[in-house]
């Protein structure tokens, strides 16, 4: 029998990379004390009150989740002022990503989106084998102005992330709208907000959804709420963009106990404040701590900071794997992006960074 190879766009495809699991690099190197700030999780983990509506709801396990949602939906109708027929569900919000340009952009079709940007705007493009357009960064920020420029006739999705990852960098809702009057009202503009939580003063996505409709706002409750294990997410829009979106989502793409969980993070706003706190003195102390090396970062307003390590990405992430320290190298030169950590994780890391650049270790304790 022959070989039938795959669809164009998918024999091309180079699978998405996740962050090094703490369990292979304990069986690689047979070390144990491991600090993981590689893939932007709360360091926190996830609220009680997460936790004991997880529980209670154990016993479901052999039953199907309700398909259409309706605990979590109705949680996000009452906290975000939408109705139920402008929620999109997802099994994370990388499913809501691929199920955008599945619903939107056909072969012959393009897509915009901006370089350093998440890679899997990239990958759902080259999936569907539509074409790319990659538009140039501003420094290591989204530039808006050149990615309205950069649409074409066959432009049909655009996708924006704010804040980005993997570079913290974010825009102000003055650009936005001056970005969404140049864009087209055929075109999807996809506003991915997997970061918001932590700074929520900096943008109001949810206006605009009443005066453009083709614009998708994508969250997830993987960062800032803590349930990355359970891959829930959700995209708010217009009814008619939310219709077409629904005709495609596999039926029960969220398992029940993601969409307890769900509803109970989003109702524990004290644990989200927690979080943010936690967030902030960390960014703090690596910016301290990369000041005191001498080394470059981007300012961020994510969970996340990118920090310019002034030697090869790839061997320094090797080394301070060596060190029992997970980061992450996102394909830009001499740059390591870094999860923010509990206070003890964050001082590893550091004086691991200080040890295997082979900079004064004292400089990470603020003495050079």
Request: hydrophobic residues 45%; glycine residues 6%; proline residues 4%.
């Amino acid at each position: 029998m022959s070989f039938v190879p795959a669809n164009e766009g998918i024999s091309k495809l180079k699978p998405y990379q996740p962050g090094k699991p703490i369990s292979e690099l304990e069986r690689e190197l047979g070390i144990t004390d491991i600090v993981k700030l590689a893939s932007n999780e709360n360091p926190l983990g996830c609220s009680d009150r997460v936790k004991q509506a997880v529980a209670a709801e154990l016993a479901e396990i052999g039953r199907y989740p309700d398909g259409g949602g309706f605990i979590l939906k109705d949680q996000i109708c009452a906290q975000f002022g939408v109705t139920a027929d402008c929620i999109t569900l997802g099994n994370g919000s990388n499913d809501l990503l691929e199920m955008f340009a599945r619903a939107f952009v056909a072969e012959k079709d393009s897509v915009v989106y901006s370089q350093h940007a998440f890679a899997v705007y990239a990958l759902v493009t080259q999936a569907i084998n539509a074409q790319a357009i990659e538009v140039p960064a501003k420094g290591f920020a989204h530039d808006l102005d050149a990615m309205a420029a950069a649409i074409q006739y066959n432009t049909k999705l655009i996708f924006i992330a704010n804040p980005n990852n993997p570079t913290g960098t974010w825009f102000e809702e003055a650009e936005f709208e001056a970005f969404m009057q140049k864009v087209p009202a055929s075109v999807i503009v996809v506003l991915d907000e997997a970061y918001v939580e932590y700074f929520p003063e900096n943008f109001n996505s949810l206006k605009f959804l009443a005066h453009y409709p083709n614009i998708i706002v994508s969250r997830t409750l993987s960062k800032c709420y803590g349930l990355a294990a359970l891959r829930v997410g959700f995209a708010l829009a217009s009814k008619q963009v939310t219709d077409f979106l629904n005709r495609i989502r596999q039926p029960f793409n969220v398992n029940h106990l993601a969409m307890v969980a769900a509803v109970a993070a989003l109702k524990d706003e004290d644990f989200i404040e927690q979080s943010r706190v936690v967030n902030k003195a960390g960014m703090n102390q690596l910016e301290q701590g990369f000041q005191s090396l001498g080394l470059g970062y981007v300012a961020s307003r994510a969970n996340f900071i990118l920090v310019d390590v002034q030697a090869d990405a790839a061997q320094t992430f090797n080394a301070l794997l060596k060190e029992g320290v997970i980061v992450r190298p996102v394909g830009i030169a001499n740059h390591l992006r870094v999860s923010i950590g509990t206070e003890t994780e964050n001082a590893k890391f550091l004086s691991a960074l200080a040890k295997v650049l082979d900079l004064a270790s004292n400089a990470v304790e603020g003495k050079a």
